[in-house]
């Protein structure tokens, strides 16, 4: 079961298929129809199924749902029984920790694994769908080997401002040097090092904001457990 994506890796993939004498299903999107999309979860629909409910944001996320259903799909050819209301059910109840995540509402506070820039460009799409001519405060760290300077020139048009951290990684890229880097693209650019000192500057600089945190799945342990102390 395939995304339909550059065909290289498709004829890739079809050459290893073909060996082991197995068919390949590349998954078209068309028939998508997205017809709500807000901070708590996104209803669409999908060839025969109607009002389709993701907890997972993003037009991205609606497509992997998508995939999960023709993966279902080819089951049942095989004699695999799987209720269309399990369907339903199994797609809403999904959840990825950290993935488009609302750790806090007022100020709103996102966290979002996106580490490379596929994952940012989502990322940057999903905040313009959901929040049209807004700016953002990001809270950002990287790992060394990640092509992070791509990503901050993804973000910077919709950037009020970045808050550079190092992930909890011997891999960490040095939040100064990521600072450097980000005020060449920003104006408003701070080096917090820590996670818990950039959080508590922006919730006192920055509360009327919406704050988005990301660039490694080694910060959500961080971020999660500063908003849990808070409760």
Known sequence: ?????DEKVIN??????DK????????????????????????????????????????HQTKNAVMAINAIEELKKLGVLVSEESIYNGIKK??????????????????????????VKALNKTLKEMF????????????KDKDYMSAIESLAPIAKAFIAVE?????????????DFIGFLSDESYNAQKMD??????LENYNEEIIVILGSFYQVKDA???FDNKK
């Open 94 to 119: 999904a959840k990825i920790v950290g993935r488009f995540q609302v750790l806090n509402n007022d100020p709103l506070v996102i966290i979002d694994g996106a580490h490379n820039i596929q994952g």
């Open 197 to 202: 000192i950039a959080l508590d500057f922006v």
């Open 12 to 17: 890739m993939i079809k050459e290893e298929a």
């Open 167 to 179: 992930p909890n990684s011997t891999r960490a890229l040095n939040s100064q040097e990521l600072k």
């Open 20 to 59: 082991l004498n197995s068919k390949i299903n590349i998954v078209k999107f068309d028939s998508i129809i997205i017809k709500e999309m807000n901070i708590k979860h996104t209803v669409f629909d999908y060839e025969n199924y109607k009002n389709l409910e993701i907890s997972l944001l993003g037009e």
């Open 1 to 5: 079961i395939l995304y339909n994506q």
């Open 224 to 226: 999660v457990e500063y």
């Open 132 to 143: 049209p001519m807004k700016k953002f405060v990001f809270i950002t760290g990287f790992l």
